[in-house]
């Protein structure tokens, strides 16, 4: 079996799910996981149909959960179907193209040397394609206060395509995650950097969605920026020992 899991959270995707597919396995060899928030234009029917091709059959599977709970949650039923098995990489991954399937093969490079790579939007090389200046002001924004709340490096603190080390994950308690929805991947993140992983941001170019509508809201963005202080106030997290492999989790992300 693949030691890769590319995780693939849907709601209301039909427009993508067929496609973004496709792509992925064209970049690596992977496995793909789709969560599926019960989809009432029939994504998750169309997932179950592709599941059983026989390019994919054995490759690709679909997690069906009864009803939208938040990105945060859907993603935390993934990692537990992949920690289940004998995944060693597991990834998060937009279904509607904003995410470069392009760079698949970039996180597996580097993920020989850390322990969490983040794709970047706001670091040397990173940037944005087809957003507002308002909603550009407030990612970066968002970024910045959650950097200067948490006291911690990570540049692009929001972003939800990176790629884990099995051990990250079996390191973090799932079950007592304080936030979802947004600000789920702000707290994934800074958990990791607590217990001394090593992290790195690589650079991408994050395009908005062509297809289908964004499940982002300034009420959910400004949500989340207030739990970050809750977050900052109640984790504690203790350092784990990891064995030498290229940089610290010390150092600055570049």
Known sequence: MTKNLVIIPTYNEKENIRNITKAVFEKIDTHILIVDDNSPDGTGKIADELAEENEYK????????????????????????????????????????????????????????????????????????????????????????????????????????????????????????????FGFQIEMNYRAYKKGFRVYELPIIFTDRLLGKSKMSQKIFFEALLLVIKLRLKVRETPISLPPAGSSASDKPR
């Not at 580097?110 to 957003?131: A, F, T």
């Open 58 to 181: 054995g490759r690709l599977f679909v997690l069906h959960r009864s009803k939208k709970e938040g990105l945060g949650k859907a993603y935390v039923a993934g990692f537990k179907w992949a920690l289940e098995r004998d995944y060693e990489h597991i990834f998060e991954m937009d279904a509607d193209f904003s995410h470069n399937p392009d760079y698949l093969p970039l996180f597996l490079e580097k993920i020989k040397e850390y322990d969490l790579v983040i794709g970047s939007r706001y670091v040397k090389g990173g940037g944005v394609q087809n957003w507002s200046f308002l909603r550009m002001l407030i990612s970066k924004g968002g970024s910045l206060y959650s950097r200067m709340i948490l006291g911690i490096p990570i540049k692009d603190l929001t972003g939800g395509y990176k790629c884990f080390r099995r051990i990250v994950l079996e390191s973090i308690d799932l079950d007592n995650l304080l936030l979802s929805g």
